[in-house]
């Protein structure tokens, strides 16, 4: 599909989201950093729950989503 992973995910679950550049975007960046403290991609924020890394993190992920 040509996806990344994370978002080939939300793609399959019809999960909106919305996607924040840190390389192209230098606000993006600051708002990272500001959130966990360094630059570590992905970052996935779901309602206050920050998630550092995708696949390290699907079991929590599918119980933030709903989806187990």
Known sequence: SGLPRGEEFFAEHGIPFTEKDVTTNP???????ALVGRFITPTLVIDS????GFGT????LRELLRLV
Do not use: A, V
């Not at 606000?27 to 950093?33: S, T």
């Not at 729950?49 to 550092?52: A, F, T």
């Not at 993190?57 to 929590?60: C, L, M």
């Open 27 to 33: 606000q993006y960046l600051e708002e990272l950093e």
């Open 49 to 52: 729950e920050i998630l550092l």
């Open 57 to 60: 993190n699907i079991g929590r």
